[in-house]
């Protein structure tokens, strides 16, 4: 779990209809989330929680750019920042990616997204999987990265679920084998 910078804050706090009550709201009590608007300062990609876990997952593992990540437990949502004004860039490279891209939902002008407070603990149903520390650099990157970490988690994902079908057992890995195949090493 991770805390927000008192920079990650300053940048936060500014999407805020009111920065300064948002600053002392977190000054007050760090635990407590706060609904910030989109688009403005920032776009957030929400997927499900188990596509969002094993993308931010790839993401942090392959080195790839990203920015601050989110996850609703109760919802079982997980939201990744990407700059305003995104979403034709994202969309441009995720139909590059596929023709029937997984479930997800852009966030931009007219929506909002609940962040966690600057220091969240475990039990929160808000928490930081990836805090801002400051205010984060526009990369043409990072949506591209996005999009095809999306693509590639899922389809992950999909192949694991049918592997789960298809070899309930080890008894059932066992019988799909072909006669010739032996499994004895001499």
């Given at each position: 779990m991770q805390r927000m910078t008192r920079s990650g804050m300053e940048w936060l706090s500014?999407?805020?209809?009111?920065?300064a009550e948002c600053r002392q709201v977190w000054a007050d009590d760090p635990r407590r989330p706060?609904?910030?608007s989109t688009g403005r300062f920032f776009d957030v990609l929400s997927v499900d929680q188990r596509l969002g876990l094993e993308m931010f997952d790839r993401l942090r593992r392959n080195g790839m750019l990203f920015g601050p990540a989110v996850v609703d437990r109760r919802a079982q949502r997980v939201g990744f920042f990407l700059g305003s004004q995104g979403r034709e860039v994202f969309t441009y490279y995720l139909e590059r990616e596929t023709s029937?891209?997984?479930?997800y939902r852009y966030l931009d002008h007219g929506c909002a997204i609940v962040?966690?407070?600057?220091i969240p603990l475990s039990e929160d149903r808000y928490q930081w999987l990836r805090a801002p520390t400051r205010r984060p650099e526009a990369n043409p990157r990072r949506p591209v990265a996005?999009?095809?970490?999306?693509?590639?988690?899922?389809?992950?994902?999909?192949?694991?679920?049918?592997f789960?079908?298809?070899?309930?057992?080890?008894?059932?890995?066992?019988?799909?084998?072909?006669?010739e195949t032996t499994t004895d090493a001499g």
């Open positions: 500014a999407a805020a209809d009111d920065p706060c609904a910030l029937s891209p997984p479930s962040v966690p407070g600057a996005l999009a095809t970490v999306l693509v590639a988690s899922a389809e992950l994902l999909a192949r694991m679920d049918r789960d079908e298809e070899y309930p057992t080890p008894y059932s890995a066992v019988v799909a084998l072909p006669e």
